[in-house]
């Protein structure tokens, strides 16, 4: 399939709904796989361009009643402004059919009161049935015309929603009442048998249930809007040589610009000149600033705290990893998770079965039992209380808001599946190198074998590889640098592949490099063997410093463990997960970091291409695995894994690749993201329990006559607010 399409849809009112535009699009010729989200209200298609046009689908959608529109062509101001004027257009029809509504109601509740009372006979035209007749009429067509046209379409279609439980169940009672007014005949003084009060109750409650709905709803998403706000209108560019301020859309790869302290970033890019300290907690989380220099990337829509620089933009637009975590955010939030299929599937087939039921139930009524009304009556409550609203919102509200408070967490899960397969999760793979590790060598012993200071043998050590173009050396350099601010330069240099340099520095011979470099250039060798060993089995590189034909020190250098690592697996193993460190070092170098971070389990000597091999072992030993790495190497293994994590300070290739991404270089975000999976399922569960009990208890006192149908249709219409907003407490995670 060679394209994919975001259709935002509107009028879906219940997970029938979702269901039945999901079948008709997955029928169409060429379309590989829909999934529509009732939530977020979009629909999302892969699909072949060469078989079938997006506007295939957009008719394909309207034809079963609903609105259609490509994602694209829907920018966020008119979204949000359509969901104000959804919630505006819902209040208006709720305090209008409120008010209708409530002489009915009061009419019922004065039949409960004494009748010499003198508020009853003062009221006594609530019960005149030309009164309730001309009230009630509005709101069954006027106000609930929506519920007729959606039905009409869900029955063209050969297939059953909501709006058709609805529109049956309230006409049943409006017609009967309708047919009493009429032709029924009662003795003076009595009243005739009218049910106009339940028809427009639940209307009003129903109406009630979605304005609710739709207030709760429009908070799941506010991850999205948060994020879209953080982008700057504007940029101030350097053009002709002169500053201008131009709007963001007109910034081009390439520009320079000027960003002063307290502005945001309008773009990604490289910084030119000048230097400061930045805040990137809105993308990562991290609540303190970076320090930021010439050649540094900077990210766009995070704030500059203190110096003003200059810096030229690399990328701009959608190509921003602000716009791709939107992005990826946006596809998460529409996603399903794999219990979400079985919820809609059971929504695909309730409706029919209710209505059945219904039937069932006011046939017996009538004919077993000789009662028309209450057979009525009783259909009505099963019809309204079954309404499968809160089954089709149980699961993706919840997973919109985990998706988007893992956002505000640094973790960018990509999928619905995802965040419910991490809560599974027993075995995590970790790569050493960037994850475990900070990827970058670093000075951490010197060792003096002879008269030279530490001091003395740094500086001389930096001196030498200050020209060398290996890791070691340059870890080497810049901790001579930081030391002591300048240093000698060296007289000659020369690079000896493989064994380290040979320099001449203040008129002294100096070697600096491996043991066989040792043997083969220096005559006067001093016992260093166990010095280097006791260093070595501790994890480090050691480098041996000869002057002037003497072995004079070591120095060590190490790709030092992060801070927050040790920590980090400790949580995981309390979580009762097995961590597993992958490297391709040796064995002893291995071991050495291992022990310092506190994992037993260690697959070492494993080369990049074999990655993905040992994580294929361990999922055939029955673990559900998650792949932590940040190279360009660990993208087949993250692939492979059941949960491939990726290190968002590392590789784009790898973020790719991965179903999370961890935006901070912090280990601790592992355990945060598979604590929101479990807080996250457990919403779901707890949702979908609520849903079906509803349906599982109300169903049967319903059918038993021991329901009114007003009850039932509060109960269904609250059903649907209580689920969301059991979500919306997800929203108060806080990683410990």
């Known amino acids: 399939m060679d394209s994919k399409v975001t259709l935002k849809i509107s009028g879906m009112t219940c997970a029938a709904c979702s269901a039945k535009i999901e079948k008709k699009l997955n029928k169409l010729e060429g379309v590989a796989k ?143 009442s309708l047919y009493n007014v009429f032709f029924q005949t009662v003795p003076q003084g009595m009243m005739k048998d009218l049910y106009f009060e339940a028809a427009a109750v639940v209307i009003t409650l129903i109406l009630l249930g979605k304005y609710l709905e739709a207030l709760a709803r429009g908070k799941t998403s506010e991850a999205i809007r948060k994020l879209s706000s953080l982008q700057a209108k504007t940029a101030r560019v350097i053009r002709n040589g002169a500053e201008m301020d131009i709007a963001i859309e007109a910034v081009e790869v390439g520009d320079i610009i000027v960003v ?30 970076v320090e930021k220099k010439p050649g540094d990337q900077v990210i766009g829509a995070s704030i500059n705290k203190y110096g003003t620089f200059h810096f030229q933009a690399a990328k701009v637009g959608k190509d921003t990893a602000l716009a791709r975590i939107i992005r990826m955010v946006e596809e998460a939030q529409g996603s399903k998770a794999p219990i979400q299929k079985i919820a809609d599937q059971v929504a695909g087939v309730f409706v029919p079965v209710v209505a059945a039921i219904a039937l069932l139930t006011f046939l017996v009524w009538f004919f077993l039992l000789g009662n028309l009304t209450s057979g009525i009556i009783s259909a009505v409550a099963v019809l309204v209380i079954a309404c499968p609203c809160a089954l089709g919102l149980a699961t993706p509200t919840a997973i919109m808001v985990g998706t988007g408070k893992g956002a505000e967490n640094g973790i960018l899960i990509k999928g619905g599946e995802y965040l419910e397969l991490a809560y599974k999760l027993n075995t995590i793979v970790l790569d050493k190198t960037g994850t475990i590790t900070k990827g970058r060598p670093e000075v951490t012993e010197v060792v003096s074998l002879g008269q030279m200071t530490k001091n003395e043998v740094l500086s001389l050590a930096a001196a030498a590889e200050k020209n060398s173009e290996h890791p070691l050396g340059a870890a080497i350099y810049e901790k001579g640098l930081q030391e002591f601010g300048k240093l000698t330069e060296p007289q000659q240099f020369e690079a000896i592949p493989g064994r380290g ?236």
């Open 260 to 289: 002063r302290p307290g502005e945001k970033i309008p773009v990604d890019g490289q910084i030119m000149e000048g230097s400061s300290a930045v805040d990137e907690s809105m993308l990562t989380g991290e609540s303190l600033p």
């Open 501 to 736: 340099v040979k320099a001449v520095i203040d008129n002294k011979v100096v070697y600096m490099g491996t043991r066989k470099l040792m043997r083969e250039r220096v005559s006067d060798p001093q016992d260093y063997e166990s010095a280097l060993a006791a260093l070595e089995d501790q994890g480090r590189t050691a480098m041996i410093l000869a002057v002037d034909n003497k072995i004079e020190a070591i120095v060590a250098v190490a790709d030092t463990v992060k801070e927050d690592s040790r920590e980090a697996i400790a949580e995981l193993q309390q979580m009762g997960l097995e961590v597993i460190m992958i490297t391709g070092d040796n064995k002893r170098t291995a071991q050495a970091i291992a022990g310092q971070v506190g994992i037993s389990n260690v697959l070492a000597e494993v080369l990049p291409e074999k990655k993905a091999e040992e994580v294929e072992k361990l999922k055939k030993q029955g673990k559900i695995v998650a792949m932590v790495g940040d190279g360009i190497n660990d993208a087949p293994a993250l692939v492979m894994a059941d949960i491939g994590m990726a290190i968002g300070t590392g590789t784009d290739i790898a973020m790719e690749a991965a179903d999370i991404t961890l935006m901070r270089g912090d280990l601790r975000t592992i355990p945060t993201a598979i604590k929101l999976s479990r807080k996250t399922m457990a919403k779901i569960k707890q949702n979908l329990f609520w849903a079906f009990i509803y349906n599982i208890i109300g169903i049967p006192i319903a059918a038993l006559g021991l329901l009114n149908p007003m009850i039932a249709g509060a109960a269904m219409a609250f059903s649907s607010v209580s689920v969301v907003t059991n979500s919306l407490r997800l929203r108060k995670f806080k990683p410990d």
């Open 34 to 176: 829909a999934s529509v989200n009732l939530a977020s209200e979009k629909a999302t298609v892969e699909y072949d361009s060469s078989q079938v046009k997006v506007n295939e689908m957009i008719k394909t959608v309207e034809a079963l009643g609903y609105k259609a529109l490509r994602e694209e062509e829907l920018n966020r101001d008119r979204e949000k402004e359509e969901r104000a004027q959804e919630i505006r257009w819902l209040k208006w029809e709720l305090s209008v059919s409120a008010l209708l509504s409530s002489p009915l109601l009061l009419a019922m509740l004065l039949m409960l009161l004494p009748a010499d009372w003198a508020l009853v006979s003062s009221l006594h035209f609530l019960h005149n049935e030309y009164f309730q007749l001309l009230v009630a009429t509005p709101v069954q067509f006027i106000i609930g015309s929506r519920f007729y046209k959606n039905a009409y379409y869900a029955l063209r279609s050969r297939s059953a929603d909501m709006d058709v439980l609805i529109a049956m169940g309230t006409s049943a009672a409006y017609f009967f």
